[in-house]
Nanobody, 126 residues
Framework: QVQLVESGGGLVQAGGSLRLSCAVS????????MAWFRQAAGKERTFVAA????????YYHDSVKGRFTISRDTTKNTVFLQMDGLKPEDTAIYFC???????????????????WGQGTQVTVSS
């Protein structure tokens, strides 16, 4: 059983920062990439950022470029999302995901990922 456990969510004022973490545990598997998605109330889950596990190449949604930074610690099987300059529209449940075979065609879609965490709430007040 593979488990992804997120932490670091919370309530922050606009302009503030939060750092999310996602640790992979359980059965050892070779994932080629990890990502963060978010889902606002009543909306679909959407891509935020992704990182290739072998070389650290990163990808971002345009709405978070320059404000969010995805990174990984391969020794701890953990991915991070540093979120700066938060805006009320960033309010959502944030999910981390792991891909067995990260593809350029699907890395920004939910179908590109096999394992998902339970989500952590991020609330940004104005």
């Amino acid at each position: 059983q593979v488990q992804l456990v997120e932490s670091g969510g919370g309530l922050v004022q606009a302009g503030g920062s939060l750092r999310l973490s996602c640790a992979v545990s359980g059965r050892t598997f070779s994932h080629t990439g990890m990502a963060w998605f978010r889902q606002a109330a009543g909306k679909e889950r959407t891509f935020v950022a992704a990182i290739r596990w072998n070389d650290g190449t990163t990808y971002y949604h345009d709405s978070v470029k320059g404000r969010f930074t995805i990174s990984r610690d391969t020794t701890k099987n953990t991915v991070f999302l540093q979120m700066d300059g938060l805006k009320p529209e960033d309010t959502a449940i944030y999910f981390c995901a792991a891909a067995l075979a990260l593809s350029g065609h699907t890395l920004k879609t939910t179908r590109g990922y096999t394992y998902w965490g339970q989500g952590t709430q991020v609330t940004v007040s104005s």
